[in-house]
């Protein structure tokens, strides 16, 4: 994942604009190319398929891939697969949506569900976690599959999951309970309804009072910007305030083509955020994470999380340590402008929550001052007092002991 490049040239080079291109798909129409559901249908699904297109398949993959749809289907649009290295096993794009036989393989605390969003589901298809806000589940189908998914239990319904989400039911819920003022719709991914559909969907939440706002959790805009049309973006026009979180995870993956589905969002009024995955690999390292970060707020995309990777089962090749996310988060407070420092979090084992993992900052905190240092190293005293009004004069140095 390295480069031999000098480090600016390199954060030059991962930021910059390129089209997926055609690939294998080369001769296929512009039409047909740019049509999302052509791109639905061509995906690649089959070990056969990766064969074709990718002739030094590892042993890994190939085993993982035939054992696939046994855990979670494989898919992957044409669109992102011509991100894919096929020279380079080790591929970042590569490592996220090819199965390899590491996923057959359980890890100590590793768990089906490792968010417990199973038990704190009122009703089928709807997590009622927090106190202002549910997760609406609409769907168990992606445009693609991540490998590291946290819902891989349910998604693709490899493992006879069964999922059966009842709109009316989860809707009938909301109305029933006026604290929730926020509404992430997710699933799988929302985005892969039809425009009418959603629209109707929308609607019937909009028609609950206390419903403040809606946010859509989404990986299509990457995985398949088609989808991004401007029918669609007007509709969604209609139904402010709307929000959509994306979910990127390394630079390649932003490419013209979902830059510009990302421009039509933005144009549509939709303020867009970004949830990226910590994974071993893909973007743990220094640069590689902040050129993403920068270039989607070129994408005018805020970076808003990095995940610690869940304890999904089958996840440890792609996991890497919490101590590596605090190394990465200390190059970016300070070093990038604030707006490309997404929060890094761990989504607490077995339903706690997300829970914010920084470096520290505060080295000592009293009752009448806070020592802290800055991203420098350097160290400064700031003064407390509960009105305002230091207990004392500023010292001349700090005292080792502090530090402590």
């Given at each position: 994942m390295?480069?031999?490049?000098?480090?600016?040239?390199?954060?030059?080079e991962?930021?910059?604009?390129?089209?997926?291109?055609?690939?294998?798909w080369?001769?296929?129409?512009?039409?047909?190319?740019?049509?999302?559901?052509?791109?639905?249908?061509?995906?690649?699904t089959s070990?056969?398929q990766l064969?074709?297109h990718?002739?030094?398949?590892?042993?890994?993959?190939?085993?993982?891939?035939?054992?696939a749809?046994t855990?979670?289907?494989?898919?992957?649009?044409?669109?992102?697969?011509?991100?894919?290295?096929?020279?380079d096993?080790?591929?970042?794009?590569?490592?996220?949506?090819?199965p390899a036989?590491?996923?057959?393989?359980?890890?100590?605390w590793?768990?089906?569900?490792p968010?417990g969003?199973d038990s704190?589901s009122p009703?089928?298809?709807?997590?009622?976690?927090?106190?202002?806000?549910?997760?609406?589940?609409?769907t168990?189908?992606?445009a693609?599959y991540?490998?590291?998914?946290?819902?891989s239990?349910?998604?693709s319904?490899a493992?006879?999951y069964?999922?059966?989400?009842?709109?009316?039911?989860q809707?009938?819920?909301?109305?029933?309970h006026?604290?929730?003022?926020?509404?992430l719709?997710?699933?799988?991914?929302?985005?892969?309804?039809?425009d009418?559909?959603?629209r109707?969907?929308?609607?019937?939440?909009?028609?609950?009072?206390?419903?403040?706002?809606i946010?859509?959790?989404?990986?299509?805009?990457i995985?398949l910007?088609q989808?991004?049309?401007?029918?669609?973006?007007?509709?969604?026009?209609?139904?402010h305030?709307?929000?959509?979180?994306?979910h990127?995870?390394?630079?390649?993956?932003?490419?013209?083509?979902?830059?510009?589905g990302?421009?039509?969002?933005?144009?549509?009024?939709?303020?867009?955020?970004?949830?990226?995955?910590l994974l071993?690999?893909v973007?743990?390292?220094?640069?590689?994470?902040?050129?993403l970060?920068?270039k989607?707020?070129?994408?005018r995309?805020?970076?808003l999380?990095?995940y610690?990777c869940d304890?999904?089962?089958?996840?440890?090749?792609l996991r890497?340590?919490?101590?590596?996310?605090?190394e990465?988060?200390?190059?970016?407070?300070?070093?990038?402008?604030?707006y490309?420092v997404p929060?890094?979090?761990?989504?607490a084992p077995?339903?706690g929550?997300?829970?914010?993992?920084?470096?520290?900052?505060?080295?000592?905190?009293?009752?009448d001052?806070?020592?802290?240092?800055?991203?420098?190293?350097?160290?400064f005293e700031y003064?407390?007092?509960?009105d305002g009004t230091?207990?004392r004069?500023?010292?001349?140095?700090?005292?080792?002991?502090?530090l402590?």
């Amino acid at each position: 994942m390295s480069s031999t490049l000098p480090h600016h040239d390199w954060l030059s080079e991962l930021k910059q604009f390129h089209p997926a291109g055609l690939g294998p798909w080369e001769g296929v129409a512009d039409a047909d190319w740019n049509d999302w559901k052509w791109q639905l249908k061509n995906r690649v699904t089959s070990l056969e398929q990766l064969q074709q297109h990718i002739p030094n398949l590892t042993e890994a993959e190939t085993e993982g891939a035939r054992l696939a749809d046994t855990k979670l289907a494989m898919a992957i649009t044409p669109q992102f697969f011509n991100l894919i290295d096929t020279e380079d096993p080790e591929c970042p794009i590569r490592r996220q949506v090819i199965p390899a036989i590491d996923e057959t393989f359980d890890s100590p605390w590793e768990m089906a569900d490792p968010c417990g969003e199973d038990s704190h589901s009122p009703v089928p298809g709807l997590v009622h976690r927090y106190p202002d806000r549910v997760l609406f589940l609409v769907t168990d189908r992606c445009a693609a599959y991540c490998r590291y998914c946290t819902r891989s239990r349910m998604v693709s319904n490899a493992t006879g999951y069964g999922f059966r989400p009842n709109f009316e039911q989860q809707l009938d819920y909301i109305r029933e309970h006026p604290e929730v003022r926020d509404v992430l719709l997710s699933g799988g991914d929302p985005l892969l309804l039809s425009d009418d559909k959603l629209r109707l969907l929308l609607t019937k939440l909009r028609e609950i009072p206390h419903v403040e706002f809606i946010r859509i959790g989404s990986r299509i805009p990457i995985f398949l910007p088609q989808r991004i049309t401007p029918e669609l973006c007007a509709m969604l026009k209609e139904f402010h305030p709307l929000f959509i979180s994306v979910h990127a995870n390394h630079p390649r993956e932003l490419t013209t083509e979902v830059r510009d589905g990302l421009a039509r969002l933005a144009d549509a009024g939709i303020p867009l955020g970004n949830q990226s995955v910590l994974l071993k690999g893909v973007n743990d390292d220094e640069t590689v994470m902040k050129a993403l970060l920068q270039k989607l707020l070129m994408c005018r995309v805020r970076p808003l999380y990095i995940y610690q990777c869940d304890l999904i089962n089958g996840s440890a090749h792609l996991r890497t340590s919490v101590r590596r996310g605090l190394e990465i988060m200390e190059t970016l407070r300070g070093h990038t402008t604030g707006y490309a420092v997404p929060q890094y979090v761990i989504d607490a084992p077995g339903g706690g929550g997300k829970v914010p993992v920084a470096p520290n900052y505060v080295l000592s905190h009293n009752a009448d001052r806070v020592v802290i240092r800055n991203f420098e190293g350097k160290v400064f005293e700031y003064p407390e007092a509960s009105d305002g009004t230091p207990l004392r004069p500023r010292p001349t140095s700090i005292e080792e002991p502090e530090l402590v």
